[in-house]
């Protein structure tokens, strides 16, 4: 099977307080092509930015980062931005959902951004509420459902664009068991259609469900 992503000899230090402070040692990783991988590891330890390194959201200080073959910081800024969109889905932390939006606005909303076509962007959204069980909650707010509806709802705007690889910071944070336990069922799902998936969490019941599990101590993957 071949990798869906790759890091090598990654480094990323930030300044903070004008100390600087290693986020990413040296990291070498692969993701094999539909695998479900966990990265765990303390609060500070790097999860956070291995993602977004990951995802192309944040460049390296050093090293190569490449999914499907491509070197996705070798590209222009345009063609990254084309290939995040084409391929990658991030589910944030935060639901980051836009409160005055419905569920379907929220979800349609890098359609939009995109220029697809109404109709196009109508069947995609239904059937993105439908991959995450809430089809009945197209025209409620974020104000207006519980923790549990709003981290779905936000799972199917991160796979709106036909993501292949999904990237899942913390995916069941400030969620009961129950809820939780339910959302790393949508996760299995996703993976057992064909979907990589990075997740980094705190959270056992994840790790417990990945098809492999990775630590994380100050920006180091542990042997």
Do not use: W
């Given at each position: 099977?071949?990798?869906?992503l790759?890091?090598?000899?990654v480094?990323?230090?930030y300044?903070?307080?004008?100390?600087?402070?290693?986020?990413?040692?040296?990291?070498?990783?692969?993701?094999?092509?539909?695998?479900?991988?966990?990265?765990?590891?303390?609060?500070?330890?790097?999860?956070?930015?291995?993602l977004?390194?990951?995802?192309?959201?944040?460049?390296?200080?050093?090293?190569?980062?490449?999914?499907?073959?491509?070197?996705?910081?070798?590209?222009?800024?345009?063609e990254r931005?084309?290939l995040?969109?084409?391929?990658?889905?991030?589910?944030?932390?935060?639901?980051q959902?836009?409160?005055?939006?419905?569920?379907?606005?929220n979800?349609?909303?890098?359609?939009?951004?995109?220029?697809?076509?109404?109709?196009?962007?109508?069947?995609?959204?239904?059937?993105?509420?439908?991959?995450v069980?809430?089809?009945?909650?197209?025209?409620?707010?974020?104000?207006?459902?519980?923790?549990?509806?709003?981290?779905?709802?936000?799972?199917?705007r991160?796979?709106?664009?036909?993501?292949?690889?999904?990237?899942?910071?913390?995916?069941?944070?400030?969620?009961?068991?129950?809820?939780?336990?339910?959302?790393?069922?949508?996760?299995?799902?996703?993976?057992?259609?064909?979907?990589?998936?990075?997740?980094?969490t705190?959270?056992?019941?994840?790790?417990?469900?990945?098809?492999a599990?990775v630590?994380?101590?100050?920006?180091?993957?542990?042997?």
């Amino acid at each position: 099977m071949s990798d869906a992503l790759t890091l090598s000899n990654v480094d990323k230090t930030y300044r903070n307080n004008g100390r600087e402070v290693t986020a990413l040692d040296n990291v070498n990783l692969k993701v094999s092509e539909k695998s479900f991988l966990c990265v765990v590891g303390p609060s500070g330890s790097g999860k956070t930015t291995l993602l977004r390194v990951s995802a192309g959201y944040l460049a390296p200080d050093n090293g190569n980062v490449t999914i499907f073959g491509q070197n996705i910081y070798s590209l222009p800024l345009s063609e990254r931005l084309n290939l995040r969109n084409r391929v990658i889905g991030f589910l944030f932390q935060g639901d980051q959902l836009l409160e005055d939006l419905t569920a379907y606005e929220n979800i349609e909303l890098p359609l939009v951004i995109q220029g697809m076509p109404t109709k196009l962007r109508r069947d995609r959204v239904r059937q993105a509420l439908e991959s995450v069980g809430i089809p009945t909650l197209a025209d409620s707010r974020p104000s207006e459902v519980s923790g549990g509806e709003k981290r779905r709802i936000s799972l199917a705007r991160s796979l709106i664009n036909g993501a292949r690889v999904l990237f899942a910071d913390e995916p069941t944070s400030n969620l009961d068991t129950r809820t939780a336990g339910m959302i790393v069922q949508l996760l299995r799902n996703l993976n057992a259609s064909g979907m990589t998936i990075l997740a980094a969490t705190h959270d056992p019941l994840i790790a417990s469900e990945a098809s492999a599990v990775v630590k994380m101590r100050d920006g180091r993957i542990e042997s």
